[in-house]
Nanobody, 124 residues
């Protein structure tokens, strides 16, 4: 089992920045691929970014490319999502997810463990 807890969300003006954190406990975080998803009100959850076990591969969705970046610190059992140049359309609940093993899938069904989410609100 892996437990995930997100933090760092909040209210920010358009053009601002936030850094989300995902603290992991339980089984070795370093053996799990980690991803971020988001869900806006009334919409389906969508993929944001993924990072592989030893940070060899990172991939972000086209909608956030050039603005968001994903990283991880396996020594701290923590993953991060740096969000810059935020837009009102980035407003959503952001979820951290993890799966055992390699690969970098972008669909939520591929992930076993989920946090409860953190709200990000971007005002115009």
């Amino acid at each position: 089992q892996v437990q995930l807890v997100e933090s760092g969300g909040g209210l920010v003006q358009a053009g601002g920045s936030l850094r989300l954190s995902c603290a992991a406990s339980g089984r070795a975080f370093s053996t799990h691929t980690m991803a971020w998803f988001r869900q806006a009100a009334g919409k389906e959850r969508e993929f944001v970014a993924v990072i592989t076990i030893y940070s060899r591969v990172t991939f972000v969705a086209d909608s956030v490319k050039g603005r968001f970046s994903i990283s991880r610190d396996n020594d701290k059992n923590t993953g991060y999502l740096q969000m810059n140049s935020l837009k009102p359309e980035d407003t959503a609940v952001y979820y951290c997810a993890a799966r055992l093993g390699a690969g970098f899938p972008n669909h939520e069904r591929e992930y076993t463990y989920w946090g409860k989410g953190t709200q990000v609100t971007v005002s115009s």
